[in-house]
Each structure stands twice: as structure tokens, then as C-alpha cells.
């Protein structure tokens, strides 16, 4: 049987429980023999207060994940000059893991609603099995309006890795807001990476609130 790998990439700003949970009910569901996490690095246009450092969001996902064989952390992406596109970081993996695996990319419903502005996203569908776990309070995908960069096939492809997932309402938004205000966040991110915020003073700065999502 192929080896099954899926990529989760993001940035993890920090990571919180709702992530973990994500990528193990997908790994169950698809019977996953890895899922590899990918913090992203810090694109030119996010907010340069709201992002942490990869070096500090990265430690927090190698925290989050210690003891659990399934998960595994790569730098990357982080590592990697200039734009960070999701097609050169499939490709890559792909070359490296080999031909013959089966390779998966985790995204969110607002991920996919999206994808028509992905950076050759018909590449993309044809390099990996897009995973889409269904989140909540984000709009519907107009399906009509991604034909317009992809075949049927590659819609219908889409419509069958939209995958229903436990509905964890954590944010890491309000995560570092939180932190800001000196609330607690325990529960909504395991202990050593609540521990390590607090060590390092992470999401301090008024500015650490606000931050968008990283190009695809």
C-alpha cells in the first residue's frame, strides 16, 4: 500500500488545539501515515508586529507535536527565499518523498473559497490530492467561479477532499488578542506552547492582534 503524506502549511501563530485536532481526525479519516507541518514564512505584506518570528512559531509547532509520532515539523518553507507559493513547496516534497507516495495538502474552507487566486493552482491540483477541512462560519465556495481556472475534473477532484471536521472554535487571532489583554489561554493551546508565549513575551505589542493570511 502507498505511503500516505499530507502537508499542513500555515502560519501557526501560534498553533493551537483546533490545529491539532484538524490533523488528526484527517489523518484518521484518510489513514495518514505522516502529516507534516510547514509554518510559513513571513510574507512582505503581513504585519510585521502580528507575526512572530518563524524561529519562535516554529518551536511552538515542535512543542505542540513532541511525543506524537504522526506529526513531524519542516522548516521549509521558512528556510526558503523569496514568495512563498504552494506549488513550489508540493513539488519539492514531491520530488523528495518520491513519486510513488500519495501527497495531500491541507487547507480551510476560506482557503478554498480562494484557490482562483493560488499562484498555478491547476499544477497544484495535479500535483496533490487538496485536502479542504470543512471550518466554521466561513462562506460557501462558488464552485462557478473556480471553473474558471480549473476543469471539471480538477473541480470534481475539490469536491471530494472536502472533508467534514470536528468544529473547533479557537482562533489564533484571539489567541494573541488574549495575550495581549493578559487573559488566559489555557485550553485553547497545549501547555508547553501557553508556557513558551509566556517565556518569551510573544504577542505583546498593540500591533500583535492583526495579521492576514499568507499567500498561497
Not at 511552538?60 to 504522526?70: H, K, Q, S, T, Y
Not at 501557553?194 to 517565556?199: F, G, H, K, P, V
Request: glycine content about 6%; charged content about 25%.
Amino acid at each position: 500500500m502507498a505511503t500516505r503524506i499530507a502537508l499542513f502549511g500555515g502560519s501557526f501563530n501560534p498553533i493551537h488545539l483546533g490545529h491539532l485536532i484538524v490533523a488528526r481526525n484527517i489523518a484518521e479519516q484518510l489513514g495518514l501515515d505522516r502529516v507534516i507541518f510547514l509554518p510559513s514564512s513571513r510574507p512582505p505584506h503581513k504585519n510585521g508586529a502580528a507575526l512572530a518570528e518563524g524561529d519562535h512559531r516554529g518551536q511552538m509547532v515542535r512543542l505542540a507535536i513532541a511525543g506524537e509520532p504522526l506529526f513531524e515539523l519542516s522548516d521549509y518553507d521558512q528556510n526558503r527565499p523569496g514568495p512563498s507559493y504552494t506549488i513550489d513547496t508540493v513539488s519539492h516534497f514531491r520530488q523528495t518523498l518520491g513519486l510513488e507516495i500519495i501527497l495531500y495538502w491541507i487547507i480551510g474552507t476560506d482557503s478554498l473559497a480562494d484557490l482562483t487566486t493560488w499562484y498555478r493552482v491547476g499544477a497544484l491540483v495535479d500535483c496533490c490530492r487538496i485536502i479542504t477541512a470543512r471550518r466554521p462560519g466561513f462562506r460557501e465556495v462558488d464552485w462557478d467561479r473556480l471553473r474558471s481556472r480549473l476543469s471539471e475534473d480538477q473541480i470534481a477532484i475539490l469536491r471530494a477532499g472536502v472533508l467534514d471536521t470536528p468544529q473547533i472554535e479557537i482562533s489564533a487571532t484571539d489567541i494573541r488578542r488574549r495575550v495581549r489583554e493578559g487573559k488566559s489561554i489555557q485550553y485553547l493551546v497545549p501547555e508547553a506552547v501557553r508556557q513558551y508565549i509566556a517565556e518569551q513575551r510573544l504577542y505583546q505589542s498593540p500591533a500583535a492582534v492583526d495579521a492576514h493570511p499568507a499567500p498561497s
